[in-house]
């Protein structure tokens, strides 16, 4: 075991030292020309200025995490689809969740009202955050900063490294050692108050539900109810643009453009709230109840391109340099080259798709089934992973997933019982 150990963080070292002089697939993002945008808004030009993975995305220090150095290269010598850990989170649907890092910390949200801090080495609830007064809809978690969208149309800044936590616990060290062992969730409640110095401040702009959220760096952008999107700049706390998406939608019905095909095609009605949100510096993409996925200007506050194919609600999105991938309640994955508009590929499935993620490798979703669907995009197969792979011979009914999560080949999944899976991918 300790060879095994030597070795694994040998690799690691290998892998740092690769990070600090390669730029990683997440940072060559789309983004607009400041010249020429009209003419290819996916241009590159921004990106000279991205710092390497090691530098982080965002400006701020090195907050301290509760893992061991060892674990995020371990899913190499699992199979994937093998089950790390289950925890009965909450006692509600999962409605949203993230993680910072393989065995780091993660977040859930559920229809209970709670929001939850887990150590994904232990396995144990590191505290709950108070604050908001309805139930959380968005949130994202990097560098121990983390961002929740409630229903209560508030959106609030955590910082997780203050969080009064003792990784061991009451455990002895050897018994900490052995926590990280695959397994089931620690019962070990946590000590009362244990987050009450997170809090960081509360940005109220939002007059109903936050339906989505996305920073990156001290930019953030947030979607809601009240039928706008908001960009913020979190250095000040402050909101500096408001752009409403049912004007986005009207001006399309006019607008053409002739390299893509015009947005008119739904009532624009129909775009009540936004589904799902991703920021790169002045580059925003968005997906509405209405179908579309719209790419805005943040200098302009204007949108530069429509891409039209969904025909139901984007629930999810991501985009990294070359391709947007979307989910929608019509039952599809699209995926689109951003350098045509086109759809590039395109996966049906028997429900719709609540929710979606891509890592350099796979991409996973929730598709209104006990199990996550998994595309690796590397070998061209699909697969599935999850408990209802082996519900039948456990004598099990796993409840359907809502919410995924994947990072580095480590996959959590929400499930509507209020229970999380944690798995290889």
């Not at 061991?168 to 052995?178: C, M, P, T, V």
């Not at 790169?280 to 039209?308: I, P």
Request: aromatic share 6%.
């Amino acid at each position: 075991m300790e060879l095994r150990v030597d070795e694994a963080q040998a690799l690691v070292d290998e892998a740092e030292e690769i990070a600090r002089n390669t730029r990683t697939q997440d940072e060559q993002d789309l983004v607009g020309d400041a010249d020429d945008h009209d003419q290819e808004f996916m241009s590159q030009s921004v990106y000279d200025k991205i710092p390497s993975s090691e530098a982080g995305s965002t400006p701020r220090k090195t907050k301290k995490v509760h893992r061991k150095k060892s674990m995020p290269i371990l899913h190499e010598h699992f199979e994937p689809g093998t089950a790390i850990r289950e925890l009965r989170a909450h006692k509600d649907t999962i409605t949203a969740i993230d993680f910072d890092a393989p065995f780091g910390t993660m977040v859930t949200a559920a229809l209970d009202d709670t929001v939850r801090v887990w150590d994904l080495n232990a396995g144990r609830c590191m505290g709950y955050l108070e604050g908001h007064t309805a139930s959380v809809r968005a949130l994202q978690v990097e560098d121990n900063i983390l961002a929740t969208g409630s229903m209560d149309a508030t959106i609030r800044l955590w910082d997780l490294s203050k969080a009064h936590y003792d990784p061991h616990g009451g455990l002895g060290k050897d018994d900490d050692e052995d926590a990280i062992a695959f397994g089931t969730d620690n019962h070990l409640e946590p000590p009362p108050g244990s987050m009450a110095d997170c809090p960081l401040y509360t940005l109220e702009s939002h007059v109903d539900e936050i339906t989505a959220l996305h920073f990156r760096g001290d930019v953030m952008v947030s979607g809601s109810a009240d039928k706008t999107i908001r960009h913020w700049d979190l250095e000040k706390g402050r909101c500096v643009q408001t752009l409403d998406v049912m004007w986005a939608a009207a001006a399309s019905m006019t607008t053409t453009d002739s390299g893509w095909r015009p947005t008119g095609r739904s009532q624009s009605s129909s775009a009540d709230f936004v589904g799902a949100l991703q920021v790169f510096e002045t580059a925003l993409a968005c997906g509405t109840a209405d179908g579309m996925v719209r790419l805005w200007d943040l200098r302009s506050g204007q949108v530069h391109r429509s891409l039209v194919g969904h025909t139901g609600a984007v629930t999810c999105l991501q985009f990294d340099d070359v391709h947007l991938v979307t989910g929608s309640v019509d039952r599809s994955i699209r995926i689109w080259d951003l350098r045509t508009g086109s759809i590039y590929d395109a996966y049906a499935y028997d429900n719709p798709i609540t929710d979606m993620m891509f890592d350099a490798r796979r991409i996973v979703s929730a598709a209104g089934e006990d199990v996550v669907k998994v595309y690796d995009k590397v070998e061209g197969r699909q697969w599935e992973c999850g408990a209802g792979i082996t519900a039948a011979e456990d004598g099990k009914t796993p409840a359907i997933v809502e919410r995924v999560r994947v990072r580095d080949g480590y996959l959590v999944e929400g499930r509507r019982d209020g229970v999380v899976g944690v798995w290889t991918s």
